[in-house]
């Protein structure tokens, strides 16, 4: 594996690349272009120009997340084609500047969903953290609000004020789409793009959907072993995998996450490692990564990476927000540094167990 951090760029994020440097075993960071649109060409300028930038700190680029699909492509609209031919541009651009991984989602409407974004922990940390009846209670464009008004002054990934404009039209749009629609129109989009990721070697990484279950009644395919089963059979290419995000998966308990991972191998091109502590089954938070934080065995996790093979990058995924820091929900330097190195912790004597032996 290649431990990575996320890094907005610098506009967007707080945290520094010089800062991402120090972190024991960080050498590279995963990052995006993210004041695009979904739909546009990312210029082989603007890409080269983020490349030189992170190698100028000494670090490389590991990866994209996301290049996001636009809801035409996902809705299958007649506009679908020319927006998945920029797509198909926008990978040729990332290959040809050297860059071999892409996570996407394709949820309808929203990203990830968390109903609070500083829940305060009993040791003074906050995290974001989920109810469903905080869901059930809320209309989407409230979850918004509620969203874009608690961020530190931050644009988070999904929530882009744009989006709000038009919740709305979306939801109607998406009125009448089942999860077999939502099927179909992934594997258009993949039938079309692998060609060019051939070409490249570009290894595209399907995120889960967070949480792995329908919200606001939109439909939702990527949450379970056998659904993910389902769509790298349906495109069944190598470049068609998936990003293992223990986090979103793992919200819901029905998921045996180091099964999972042991099924997917080969197939697995991006981890994102994080624990989840459970209150109730409809009540979680993002605990700290340490296994004894939350619900999750976090060794057997690694472990199951491991005993795949996994080469491809991996981060520690959201951080609680802790020593006063203020900075993008979920997205600090201090808890996302300690998962960092906890993960290479749990790595290296998962590696030199086997190596002994032991
Ligand atoms: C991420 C997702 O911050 C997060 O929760 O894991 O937003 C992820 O980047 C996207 O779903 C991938 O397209
Ligand atoms: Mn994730």
Known sequence: MEMTLRWYGKEFD?????????????????????????????????????????????????GIESVNVHEDIKLGKPSRDQLIDNYIETLKNLGEEDIHMVCYNFMPVFDWTRTELARKRADGSTVLAYTQ???????????????????????????????????????????????EDLFENLKYFLERIMPVCDKYDINMAIHPDDPAWPVFGLPRIIINKENIHRMMKMVDNPHNGVTFCS??????????????????????????????????????????????DGSFDMYEIVKALYDIGFTGPIRPDHGRMIWGEKAMPGYGLYDRALGATYINGLWEAIEKSHERGV
């Open 133 to 179: 009846e905080a869901v059930d209670a809320l209309v989407p464009e409230e979850m918004f609000n509620s969203i874009s008004s608690d961020t530190n002054g931050s644009i988070m990934p999904g929530w882009e004020p744009d989006r709000l404009a038009h919740v709305k039209e979306l939801f109607e749009e998406y009125k009448d789409i089942t999860d």
């Open 14 to 62: 707080t945290v520094t690349l010089e800062q991402i440097r120090q972190i024991p075993g960080v050498k590279g960071v995963i990052t995006t272009l993210y004041d695009t649109k979904p739909g546009e060409v990312w210029s082989r300028e603007r890409i080269k120009a983020m490349k030189d930038e992170v190698e100028a700190a000494g670090l490389k680029v590991a």
């Open 247 to 292: 986090g979103s998966y793992g919200t819901n308990l029905e998921n045996d996450l180091p099964d999972m991972i042991r099924s997917l191998k080969g197939r697995i091109h991006f981890a994102h490692v994080r624990n989840l502590k459970f209150n109730s089954p409809t009540d979680f938070e993002e605990a700290a990564h340490l296994s004894s």
